[in-house]
């Protein structure tokens, strides 16, 4: 399955479908005579924040905190000590932005564009045009993924739009029976500059200086400043056709066509790159975007889709997962509604909607994130709103993790080097408030980020520890770079991501704090999100050694280890080295309490929310690399029964790839069906509340309300199930769930630097292939069950092997 197809427009922004490049990013609503796209540029944000000299926050006052916040937990007084840590927060990361508005009209006048302030979308709902919907009885829509183009057919108009990442353009190709076509664009941004000149028209627009996120619920949330201090972006559209008019007014610009035409869009802005300020001019920004639009009008509109096709299909088609029995397979697409609503029966009823969102979360990933742009935020690269939820940020306790986790396994390595940018700027920008807070060397991050690399606990002094203190972002983020690593076994990698993996275990070793038995510990400690009951009945999220500390304080030291060893780095970093091997055995094992379940602090085992969304304290299942012991195990999967399944669109994705690395395939089988259910709004309840995930009707993930992470997530969970390589051994199909008993897939990677496809019929392997690339391993052990086999491997030499080849003689 590789299109989404419906036969009515789009209502609202979630039933509009995204294309993008990774840098530019459009909404295709797919009306016929009254179309509406909603623009979007990665690096379009609110800000640079502020960096006060000096701090608000102190050493002195930072220190202090912490040290009665440790005393306060010794006490026993877990709500003064989580009061304590409210002193360290100072402001908050900055918002994506919408960038602009553009509406189509045929056959009609052209409207002027609007003033500003009835462009801003309301904070809770999207803004909408309030043209009625154009249906007709021919009429469909459809996003191709193998192609990357929006297409719309209606009885008089057709249109096919893309954004060109050879040419950095969005095009969009208009048949409307000869009819007047005309452009509108305007947007939220204020509007720096607007002028037209013959087949041209050109608007620069400025982001906001600062816009508050929305849980602080000030009146005035988006701010200017005098003058231009942020992001600004030169958008410039240039028509194709005969008979080309175009005008501008203080609010924007049109564009006026007899007949059919293609519009080409350009924007380049003033960002320079993460972590830094923006240019203080457009000029250039400006002169770049139109040189853009010239040049691909020049190129030709047939050289411009071939070629961006080809750029798509590069990446898209390393890999591929097909699911059904094979003579109800093949087909490219269906309609999305349909597929949905079969699904409401179980996804064992639709298994080519588990198969679309596999292509689609892939599609999604390399449409949001390509090298030289912004990583993929909350929302990946699409937005409407000034003041999106939690400001389409870089959530750092899950959610920006959970985007790039089927970067590596499903062979889209290049679209991780957005992500390793801003690891590199935190690895910067983290140092000041490591050193200023912690006393350490290394570097730190938090709860939050943006493209300014903030790094501070976000706040205002009054928000929750819970999530506002949380000083492992860093840590945890370091295990993508070790990913790379491990899968590809490249040395440059490793040379190049040593000194931000150094830094992570400096502040690792420096906070970790003696105990009296001698083992080492956090306090104070958090597990994102999540708050317990302590013994006197007070609630709080502030205690010591809360596991997911632990646990990603493990990972990351014997990481560290075991690149220095392999790359010949430990020279290089002697003493940090012997340090963390010193330090790696005083880390406490993983707590289980009197009912079986994995502690999330040390000695604490009631929580205020047993059913949390959050599983943090289970990182050590999924996603670290190094498997479970038995009793972890056990003790994992009874606390995920005692979570319960529902949860967010996130939660849903991270609760399967956990119950696959368990191999319980009736637990993931049950977690697909939540998963794939249409989206309601319901009331808060004890069943999950108003987090309740599903799909919105084009397929976005809810968390509610929309985030990509569940989109890209799931797909890093299917892999879990059909190919582990995580302990030390590739393990096939070792969590399939029975409603996907027949199906193929091809271009999974595993560690070691493998190609893996396989098939599989009736729930029983039938074949796999091996392709060893280049650095891969010199042998691997394969496991299917309680059957084993060990390759030899040479780069570039496939092994296939079927069921057969896997004798009893091999079995474990």
Same mark, same amino acid.
């Given at each position: ?104 009209? =045929? ?138 008019? =175009? ?566």
């Amino acid at each position: 399955m590789h299109a989404l197809e419906f036969t009515s427009p789009a209502a609202e922004w979630v039933e509009a479908l995204p294309i993008g490049n990774g840098r530019l990013g459009a909404m295709v609503y797919g009306r016929e005579e009254h179309e509406l796209i909603w623009l979007s540029e990665g690096s379009v944000w609110s800000g640079p924040g502020r960096r006060p000299d000096p701090h608000p926050v102190s050493s002195e006052t930072a220190r202090a905190a912490i040290s009665t916040s440790r005393a306060a937990i010794a006490a026993g007084d877990h709500v003064a000590a989580e009061d304590a840590l409210r002193l360290l927060q100072h402001s908050y990361p900055q918002s994506f932005q919408p960038l602009a508005r553009l509406r189509r009209t =045929t056959g009609a006048p052209a409207p002027d564009p609007s003033p500003q302030d009835d462009v801003v979308p309301e904070n809770d709902r999207p803004l909408e045009p309030h043209d009625p919907i154009q249906r007709s009885t021919d009429y469909a829509r459809g996003l191709d993924l193998r192609t990357a183009v929006a297409w719309t057919r209606g009885s008089e108009v057709t249109q096919q739009a893309f954004v060109s990442d050879p040419h950095q353009v969005l095009v969009i190709e208009i048949s409307a029976a000869q009819r007047p076509v005309s452009f509108v664009l305007d947007s939220p941004l204020r509007v720096e500059q607007a002028e037209a000149a013959e087949s041209e028209a050109w608007a620069v627009l400025r982001a906001p200086d600062d816009v508050v996120p929305a849980y602080q619920r000030v009146p005035d949330p988006v701010r200017w400043t005098a003058e231009p201090r942020g992001v600004q972006a030169a958008v410039v559209i240039r028509a194709v056709g005969d008979t080309v008019r =175009t005008r501008s007014t203080p609010e924007g610009v049109v564009v006026e066509v007899d007949g059919d035409t293609t519009l080409i869009v350009a924007v380049q802005t003033t960002f320079a790159q993460l972590g830094h300020d923006p240019e203080p001019d457009a000029a250039d920004a400006l002169v770049r975007a139109r040189r853009l639009c010239r040049d691909a009008a020049a190129i030709g509109i047939g050289r411009l889709r071939d070629e961006h096709a080809a750029a798509h299909a590069e990446l898209y088609d390393r890999a591929e997962l097909r699911l059904g029995p094979a003579r109800e397979r093949g087909a490219i697409g269906a309609d999305a509604d349909a597929l949905v609503d079969a699904a409401a029966t179980g996804f064992a009823d639709a298994p080519e909607l588990v198969a679309l969102l596999f292509n689609y979360g892939r599609y999604l990933l390399i449409s949001s994130s390509r090298p030289g742009g912004t990583p993929a935020n909350l929302q990946g690269l699409w937005n409407q709103q000034m003041q999106p939820p939690w400001s389409s940020d870089f959530t750092m306790n899950i959610n920006l993790e959970m985007n790039y986790w089927l970067a590596e396994t499903t062979g889209l390595a290049e679209c991780a080097e957005p992500l390793f940018d801003l690891v590199a700027a935190l690895s910067e920008r983290g140092r000041e408030p490591a050193e200023r807070i912690y006393g350490s060397s290394g570097w730190v991050a938090h709860h939050a980020s943006d493209i300014w690399a903030f790094a501070d606990p976000m706040g205002d002094g009054t928000h929750d520890p819970a999530w506002a203190f949380w000083p492992f972002a860093g840590v945890w983020l370091s295990s993508h770079l070790i990913d790379r690593v491990t899968f590809t076994r490249d040395e440059d990698a490793a040379r190049r991501f040593w000194p931000i993996l150094t830094g992570a275990a400096r502040f690792v070793l420096d906070w970790l704090e003696p105990r009296p038995d001698g083992s080492l510990g956090t306090s104070p400690s958090t597990s994102p999100e999540n708050r317990f009951v302590a013994p006197d009945g007070s609630i709080s999220s502030v205690a010591a050694d809360s596991t997911m500390d632990l646990e990603l304080s493990r990972h990351l030291l014997r990481s560290l280890l075991r690149v220095a060893d392999d790359y010949g780095l430990r020279p290089e970093s002697a003493e940090l080295c012997a340090e963390a091997e010193a330090a790696l055995p005083l880390i406490p094992e993983i707590g289980v309490d009197d009912d079986g379940l994995l502690r999330e602090w040390d000695g604490l085992d009631r929580m205020h929310d047993p059913r949390h969304r959050h599983i943090a304290h289970l990182v050590g299942v999924h996603p670290t690399d190094a498997p479970p012991s038995p009793r972890v195990a056990e003790a994992a999967s009874r606390s995920l029964d005692a979570r319960g399944d529902e949860g967010t669109g996130w939660s849903l994705a991270w609760k399967l790839a956990m119950r696959a690395r368990l191999h319980e395939p009736a637990a993931v089988g049950r977690l697909l069906d939540l998963f794939v259910r249409r989206n309601i709004e319901i009331e808060p309840g004890p069943g999950g509340g108003r987090w309740r995930g599903g799909l919105y009707r084009n397929l976005f993930s809810a968390h509610p309300p929309f985030q990509i992470d569940g989109n890209l997530g799931i797909v890093a969970s299917l892999v879990e199930c059909l190919v582990q390589s995580h302990a030390g051994c590739i393990e096939l199909l070792p969590a399939l769930p029975p409603g996907l008993a027949d199906g193929d897939v091809r271009g999974l990677r595993a560690r070691g630097g493998i190609v893996v496809d396989l098939r599989w019929s009736a729930g029983a392997l039938t074949e796999v292939t091996f392709t060893p690339l280049p650095r891969c391993v010199e042998s691997v052990r394969v496991v299917h069950g309680s059957r084993e086999r060990v390759l030899d491997l040479v780069p570039g030499r496939p092994v296939r092997l079927t069921i057969a080849d896997f004798s009893q003689e091999h079995a474990s």
